[in-house]
């Protein structure tokens, strides 16, 4: 309701008519709108009107403080993060006065009704009483889907703006949370790079270059990762703010507002099967409530728009997805893209940026009216989520999740502290204890089922989430007729599988003495005995390790890494891998190099008073090799895959604190390679390595190999290693495995080769026709699989006997003979391969016993092939050592004269 001095401000003519000449073309009106004409526009601003211009972040950002300058009682601005390139992440609140003023109350409360522990009902029913509902709209988190952040200016200017009844209500019951740019690193890529190209008359043609972006596109961020697969396992820091601000305010909506292809309409919820199982029924319902409003207010501006198609609700680490696990109801919205100011579509009509913008104000509009005129049942299923979560969880199979973490201490901190960022309660045992008949040390981590985030941790930490069988059986179908599947993202993600940690379920509730897990992802290491006279050891047991010998190797230490287990006389059995460094290898300032080294990397050094080994290489041994500073290469630009070479790069930067020079293959072709120990060749995106480096790059590389480099190949960059005349690894890829009799490929010249002798089939013979020959094989969507590994290598020191893998896509590689290298991770038999989720049993079957990891000595150098990605979105944490022994411990086995 508004005052009686506000109505008499409207009668005074002073504001703007219907409809507003805010963007190009009016935005649609919502009843009985009147705009105020002194809240500021785009054009007051930033000098241009909305829609006209695709808005810089710099400029999205200035207008959003000029508006929470001006009208502080009713727009908070609250700063949650930073990208990677240093830009401020951020969004607004907008409110009734009366709400923004007693916005932290209104904050906390929502946190009492997520805490239903020490929320009681009685309790609950008092807060919900006076509290608004609340709707967060997250935008472009892909940064070339340009409608939505301009969109969210549009609807902070409405909101303020209007003096309307319909927009005076939504704001009295309804806490707005706007998130204008979610990835503002990728949109100033994409928009710099625009406009860089565009002509006199912006092109709406497809074919033009404005249309097509030059590799890596805007929708990444700075390390070029899909932030909307990335809300599960939190490895950039744009994520890692939001979840923590969303568990700050817990929206009831959450709207994740993106763009899909130019030729689409608008996609908004419900979602397309298959749903995970742990969203609830009572879940599905609101979005039922949001899909049907929209619809509605779609319909009277004669907007077309689809749902339940394409966008499903299965993988839990979308945008739209995680908030679902903590209680709200997210969904994403999905405007047809411009992909510039405009587009022609196949239809031959023309989609503009501004079409966007008014699309998706619209779907914003209409989505606060459902959560303002429901704002007391949300409130309540919220409430009621929480509370049925504790109790499911209480009751659950599983009441405790153990882990015994007798190994990989990095690991499990990484683990444990991204777990509590999701709002998941870890207990570290500080005493030994045992529960359902198995016995744990101290050390060992707890988490109770009975936690509000029930089902959140149900689908992060079991081991299986099972796909509903009536759509994996259409799945079946499409794929008997060579049709595409409609699975639209990888099946599988367990954290503990992914981070290979062992972890065990008990059926009863664990008794346990403790400290709750903090956020902190590195524990601070340390020196112990750091007066020892010899010097010191450090196992060999995780990516803490690994960090500090990058880190100590760029400091100048002296080190030895062992390529055999030993055991030291103090009794300790050390790892293949372990380090040691002697103090007579080193300068005076040794301790204090290491003190801070241990701080930073988190890695515990052992002190020693003798070099003295009661079992394997001492530290003379020709088994024990002394580690050389690495530079490290990798092939940057198209054609490798955005996604891998990005991953891999983050690992290597940010993980493991190794930097990378990026080079594109125009300069790899030709250039001097011999400054750099590593070359990675990221998986390709499709396109061919052949025929970018051409002969004279590959000769490159391989005469750089043989004299002492480590070519190390990810994925499907493995084909670059088998192809030319004499390969540099002796391996094949495979054809689909089939039983169909083979080709004909007998080529005698007096045979036709589109005639062949004639045939009477029956039944039988006819569906054998119809095999396919010489097929790849058929597509993974993306399952876990277990993996074998080879411990007695180098290559593979700080793993343990078995791994786990994401497995994408159709490549399987032939094992290499043991002449021409060794398999050091190879994929187990086809009735253990599959960990976790979905795979096609002929895939399933054809895949066991295939590598992995190949390692191939050639000339001074070698090849190192992983035939999966082990970087994969950064999430496959056990696999980083792997990656970590390649490029740290290869060059200190590469036979180079230095
Ligand atoms: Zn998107």
Same mark, same amino acid.
């Given at each position: 309701?508004?005052?009686?001095?506000?109505?008499?401000?409207?009668?005074?003519?002073?504001?703007?008519?219907?409809?507003?000449?805010?963007?190009?073309?009016?935005?649609?009106?919502?009843?009985?709108?009147?705009?105020?004409?002194?809240?500021?526009?785009?054009?007051?601003?930033?000098?241009?009107?909305?829609?006209?211009?695709?808005?810089?972040?710099?400029?999205?950002?200035?207008?959003?403080?000029?508006?929470?300058?001006?009208?502080?009682?009713?727009?908070?601005?609250?700063?949650?993060?930073?990208?990677?390139?240093?830009?401020?992440?951020?969004?607004?609140?907008?409110?009734?006065?009366?709400?923004?003023?007693?916005?932290?109350?209104?904050?906390?409360?929502?946190?009492?009704?997520?805490?239903?522990?020490?929320?009681?009902?009685?309790?609950?029913?008092?807060?919900?009483?006076?509290?608004?509902?609340?709707?967060?709209?997250?935008?472009?988190?892909?940064?070339?889907?340009?409608?939505?952040?301009?969109?969210?200016?549009?609807?902070?200017?409405?909101?303020?703006?209007?003096?309307?009844?319909?927009?005076?209500?939504?704001?009295?019951?309804?806490?707005?949370?706007?998130?204008?740019?979610?990835?503002?690193?990728?949109?100033?890529?994409?928009?710099?790079?625009?406009?860089?190209?565009?002509?006199?008359?912006?092109?709406?043609?497809?074919?033009?270059?404005?249309?097509?972006?030059?590799?890596?596109?805007?929708?990444?961020?700075?390390?070029?990762?899909?932030?909307?697969?990335?809300?599960?396992?939190?490895?950039?820091?744009?994520?890692?703010?939001?979840?923590?601000?969303?568990?700050?305010?817990?929206?009831?909506?959450?709207?994740?507002?993106?763009?899909?292809?130019?030729?689409?309409?608008?996609?908004?919820?419900?979602?397309?099967?298959?749903?995970?199982?742990?969203?609830?029924?009572?879940?599905?319902?609101?979005?039922?409530?949001?899909?049907?409003?929209?619809?509605?207010?779609?319909?009277?501006?004669?907007?077309?728009?689809?749902?339940?198609?394409?966008?499903?609700?299965?993988?839990?680490?979308?945008?739209?997805?995680?908030?679902?696990?903590?209680?709200?109801?997210?969904?994403?919205?999905?405007?047809?893209?411009?992909?510039?100011?405009?587009?022609?579509?196949?239809?031959?009509?023309?989609?503009?940026?501004?079409?966007?913008?008014?699309?998706?104000?619209?779907?914003?509009?209409?989505?606060?009216?459902?959560?303002?005129?429901?704002?007391?049942?949300?409130?309540?299923?919220?409430?009621?989520?929480?509370?049925?979560?504790?109790?499911?969880?209480?009751?659950?199979?599983?009441?405790?999740?153990?882990?015994?973490?007798?190994?990989?201490?990095?690991?499990?901190?990484?683990?444990?502290?991204?777990?509590?960022?999701?709002?998941?309660?870890?207990?570290?045992?500080?005493?030994?204890?045992?529960?359902?008949?198995?016995?744990?040390?101290?050390?060992?981590?707890?988490?109770?089922?009975?936690?509000?985030?029930?089902?959140?941790?149900?689908?992060?930490?079991?081991?299986?989430?099972?796909?509903?069988?009536?759509?994996?059986?259409?799945?079946?179908?499409?794929?008997?007729?060579?049709?595409?599947?409609?699975?639209?993202?990888?099946?599988?993600?367990?954290?503990?599988?992914?981070?290979?940690?062992?972890?065990?379920?008990?059926?009863?509730?664990?008794?346990?003495?403790?400290?709750?897990?903090?956020?902190?992802?590195?524990?601070?290491?340390?020196?112990?005995?750091?007066?020892?006279?010899?010097?010191?050891?450090?196992?060999?047991?995780?990516?803490?390790?690994?960090?500090?010998?990058?880190?100590?190797?760029?400091?100048?230490?002296?080190?030895?890494?062992?390529?055999?287990?030993?055991?030291?006389?103090?009794?300790?059995?050390?790892?293949?891998?372990?380090?040691?460094?002697?103090?007579?290898?080193?300068?005076?300032?040794?301790?204090?190099?290491?003190?801070?080294?241990?701080?930073?990397?988190?890695?515990?050094?052992?002190?020693?008073?003798?070099?003295?080994?009661?079992?394997?290489?001492?530290?003379?041994?020709?088994?024990?090799?002394?580690?050389?500073?690495?530079?490290?290469?990798?092939?940057?630009?198209?054609?490798?895959?955005?996604?891998?070479?990005?991953?891999?790069?983050?690992?290597?930067?940010?993980?493991?604190?190794?930097?990378?020079?990026?080079?594109?293959?125009?300069?790899?072709?030709?250039? &001097?390679? /011999?400054?750099?120990?590593?070359?990675? %060749? @990221? !998986? #390709? =995106?499709?396109?061919? $390595?052949?025929?970018?480096?051409?002969?004279?790059?590959?000769?490159?590389?391989?005469?750089?190999?043989?004299?002492?480099?480590?070519?190390?190949?990810?994925?499907?960059?493995?084909?670059?290693?088998?192809?030319?005349?004499?390969?540099?690894?002796?391996?094949?890829?495979?054809?689909?495995?089939?039983?169909?009799?083979?080709?004909?490929?007998?080529?005698?010249?007096?045979?036709?080769?589109?005639?062949?002798?004639?045939?009477?089939?029956?039944?039988?013979?006819?569906?054998?026709?119809?095999?396919?020959?010489?097929?790849?094989?058929?597509?993974?969507?993306?399952?876990?699989?277990?993996?074998?590994? &080879?411990? /007695?290598?180098?290559?593979?020191?700080? %793993? @343990? !006997? #078995? =791994?786990?893998?994401? $497995?994408?896509?159709?490549?399987?590689?032939?094992?290499?003979?043991?002449?021409?290298?060794?398999?050091?991770?190879?994929?187990?038999?086809?009735?253990?391969?599959?960990?976790?989720?979905?795979?096609?049993?002929?895939?399933?079957?054809?895949?066991?016993?295939?590598?992995?990891?190949?390692?191939?000595?050639?000339?001074?150098?070698?090849?190192?092939?992983?035939?999966?990605?082990?970087?994969?979105?950064?999430?496959?944490?056990?696999?980083?050592?792997?990656?970590?022994?390649?490029?740290?411990?290869?060059?200190?086995?590469?036979?180079?004269?230095?």
């Amino acid at each position: 309701m508004r005052s009686n001095i506000r109505r008499t401000f409207i009668l005074s003519a002073i504001f703007a008519a219907l409809g507003s000449s805010f963007t190009v073309s009016a935005l649609p009106e919502f009843p009985g709108s009147q705009y105020n004409n002194s809240v500021p526009d785009t054009q007051q601003v930033l000098g241009y009107k909305l829609g006209s211009r695709i808005s810089e972040p710099a400029a999205i950002r200035q207008y959003f403080m000029t508006l929470a300058a001006q009208y502080p009682q009713q727009l908070k601005l609250v700063p949650y993060g930073e990208s990677w390139q240093g830009r401020q992440l951020f969004y607004v609140v907008i409110g009734s006065a009366q709400n923004i003023a007693r916005l932290d109350q209104l904050e906390q409360n929502m946190r009492r009704l997520a805490d239903p522990v020490n929320t009681s009902e009685a309790d609950a029913k008092a807060l919900i009483a006076q509290q608004p509902a609340s709707v967060w709209i997250a935008n472009t988190l892909h940064g070339n889907e340009l409608s939505p952040a301009e969109s969210s200016m549009a609807l902070a200017w409405h909101l303020l703006a209007d003096q309307s009844e319909f927009t005076a209500n939504i704001l009295a019951n309804t806490l707005v949370y706007i998130d204008p740019l979610q990835n503002p690193d990728g949109h100033h890529r994409f928009v710099s790079r625009y406009y860089a190209t565009a002509g006199m008359e912006h092109s709406d043609d497809r074919l033009s270059a404005e249309q097509n972006e030059p590799w890596p596109n805007g929708r990444s961020n700075h390390y070029l990762f899909d932030m909307n697969r990335d809300w599960i396992s939190l490895t950039q820091p744009e994520n890692r703010g939001r979840v923590k601000a969303l568990q700050r305010v817990y929206p009831l909506l959450f709207v994740d507002s993106h763009e899909m292809g130019g030729d689409m309409t608008y996609y908004f919820s419900p979602e397309a099967e298959p749903y995970n199982p742990h969203i609830q029924q009572a879940q599905r319902e609101v979005l039922n409530w949001v899909g049907q409003n929209n619809a509605k207010w779609f319909d009277r501006f004669g907007y077309h728009y689809f749902t339940r198609e394409i966008f499903d609700a299965f993988y839990p680490g979308y945008g739209a997805s995680w908030p679902l696990y903590q209680g709200s109801i997210a969904m994403t919205y999905e405007m047809a893209s411009a992909r510039g100011h405009h587009y022609r579509r196949s239809d031959g009509t023309v989609v503009t940026f501004a079409d966007g913008i008014q699309r998706n104000f619209v779907a914003f509009m209409a989505t606060l009216e459902t959560a303002s005129q429901r704002a007391k049942p949300l409130l309540q299923r919220f409430y009621q989520y929480r509370k049925d979560a504790v109790a499911q969880g209480r009751k659950a199979k599983t009441r405790s999740y153990i882990f015994p973490a007798s190994r990989d201490k990095a690991g499990h901190q990484r683990l444990t502290a991204l777990l509590t960022e999701q709002g998941i309660k870890v207990t570290q045992a500080t005493k030994a204890f045992s529960a359902c008949g198995t016995d744990y040390q101290l050390g060992a981590y707890v988490i109770d089922s009975a936690q509000s985030t029930y089902h959140l941790l149900r689908t992060l930490l079991d081991s299986d989430v099972p796909m509903d069988q009536p759509f994996i059986k259409q799945q079946e179908a499409l794929r008997a007729n060579n049709l595409p599947d409609q699975i639209y993202d990888v099946t599988a993600w367990s954290l503990p599988l992914m981070f290979n940690l062992e972890m065990n379920e008990c059926s009863r509730s664990v008794n346990v003495e403790g400290v709750t897990v903090t956020e902190q992802r590195i524990l601070p290491g340390s020196l112990t005995r750091p007066d020892a006279s010899y010097g010191f050891i450090l196992p060999w047991d995780g990516m803490d390790a690994a960090r500090f010998a990058a880190e100590a190797l760029k400091a100048g230490v002296v080190m030895r890494s062992s390529d055999l287990p030993f055991t030291h006389q103090n009794g300790t059995r050390y790892p293949s891998g372990s380090l040691i460094i002697a103090r007579a290898d080193n300068n005076a300032e040794l301790n204090q190099t290491l003190e801070k080294l241990a701080a930073l990397s988190g890695a515990v050094l052992q002190g020693v008073d003798s070099s003295w080994h009661t079992d394997g290489p001492n530290a003379g041994s020709a088994n024990m090799v002394r580690l050389q500073p690495v530079k490290v290469a990798m092939l940057w630009d198209e054609p490798a895959s955005s996604l891998s070479a990005g991953s891999a790069r983050f690992v290597l930067e940010r993980e493991l604190g190794q930097p990378v020079t990026a080079i594109r293959p125009a300069q790899l072709k030709q250039a &001097d390679l /011999s400054r750099y120990q590593v070359l990675v %060749l @990221p !998986a #390709s =995106a499709g396109g061919s $390595y052949q025929q970018a480096l051409g002969e004279a790059g590959y000769n490159n590389i391989r005469h750089w190999t043989e004299r002492g480099g480590v070519l190390i190949t990810l994925g499907n960059a493995t084909n670059f290693a088998l192809s030319g005349e004499t390969p540099l690894l002796a391996s094949k890829r495979e054809y689909k495995a089939t039983d169909a009799p083979a080709a004909d490929t007998k080529d005698s010249k007096d045979k036709q080769k589109d005639q062949v002798a004639g045939t009477v089939l029956n039944t039988e013979q006819y569906q054998q026709m119809l095999k396919a020959k010489q097929a790849r094989p058929d597509w993974v969507p993306g399952f876990l699989a277990k993996a074998e590994v &080879d411990q /007695s290598h180098w290559l593979t020191a700080g %793993l @343990p !006997a #078995s =791994a786990t893998t994401v $497995y994408v896509g159709n490549e399987i590689y032939q094992p290499l003979a043991i002449n021409h290298g060794r398999n050091l991770l190879k994929f187990a038999g086809a009735d253990e391969v599959k960990a976790s989720g979905f795979v096609w049993q002929d895939n399933q079957q054809q895949i066991a016993h295939k590598p992995l990891l190949m390692w191939a000595p050639q000339g001074d150098g070698m090849v190192i092939s992983f035939t999966q990605e082990p970087n994969y979105r950064a999430y496959v944490n056990g696999l980083h050592i792997a990656l970590a022994n390649a490029v740290l411990l290869a060059p200190a086995h590469s036979g180079a004269v230095r």
